[in-house]
């Protein structure tokens, strides 16, 4: 069974770093790209970064674009998503996802999230 | 970077059918597929169709996908309608340019 267990969230205070881990089992990791999306309380889902299999193609939203840095380690079956210079803002439930493909398709698998809290 | 829009929500009667509709704001509907995503209060999202009308094994056929590049919208439509639909539902698309993936900002769907 394909499962994506997210952790690293927490409370954090504005302007500090925090860095996201999802780890991976029961498909090929390295098969698939994988993307964090995010939901604040209440709202809608909006993704945040994505990465290809090998690392090669790498996209952030413009909300997060220079601030956070997604990565990978085909090795360990895991994903990262480091996070600093947070703001009020990022404040958030962290999905991690598993696409179809290299890099594109759908989001196929999610995890149950870890939730950032930015407060000072 | 382009938008696609939602409504915020719709409700409908056990047994009846709903679409809902996800309008593109720039570009073509048809130029990258559309997902529709199902998010039950306090759960993950789960795909109920991708690449446009395309079900996942276990979503039932009530489910089917559409798009029409007339109103550059794409469409999810419902049928017999029962009180486990009732759910939050995203679109999703691609910006093929810079990689990015874009969602809807949701439709809660209530049936009553």
């Known amino acids: 069974e394909e499962q994506l267990v997210e952790s690293g969230g927490g409370l954090v205070q504005p302007g500090r770093s925090l860095k996201l881990s999802c780890a991976a089992s029961?498909?090929?990791?390295?098969?698939?790209?994988m993307h964090w999306v995010r939901q604040a309380p209440g709202k809608g889902l909006e993704w945040v970064s994505g990465i290809s299999w090998n690392s090669g193609r790498i996209a952030y939203a413009d909300s997060v674009k220079g601030r956070f840095t997604i990565s990978r380690d085909n090795a360990k079956n895991s994903l990262y998503l480091q996070m600093n210079s947070l703001r009020t803002e990022d404040m958030a439930l962290y999905y991690c996802?598993?696409?179809?493909?290299?890099?594109?398709?759908?989001?196929?698998?999610w995890g149950q999230g870890t939730l950032v809290t930015v407060s000072s | 970077n382009f938008m696609l829009t939602q409504p915020h929500s719709v409700s409908e009667s056990p047994g009846k059918t709903v679409t809902i509709s996800c309008t593109r704001s720039s570009g073509s509907i048809a130029s990258n597929y559309v997902q529709w995503y199902q998010q039950r209060p306090g759960s993950s999202p789960t795909t109920v169709i991708y690449?446009?009308?395309?079900?996942p094994s276990g979503v039932p056929d009530r489910f089917s996908g559409s798009i029409d590049s007339s109103s550059n919208s794409a469409s999810l439509t419902i049928s017999g309608l029962q009180t486990e639909d009732e759910a939050d539902y995203y679109c999703?698309?691609?910006?093929?340019?810079?990689?990015?993936?874009?969602f809807g900002g949701g439709t809660r769907l209530t049936v009553l």
């Open positions: 690449e446009d009308n395309q079900r």
């Open positions: 999703q698309s691609s910006d093929g340019v810079n990689h990015r993936r874009v």
């Open positions: 996802t598993k696409v179809t493909h290299d890099y594109g398709g759908y989001f196929e698998s």
């Open positions: 029961g498909f090929t990791f390295d098969n698939h790209g």
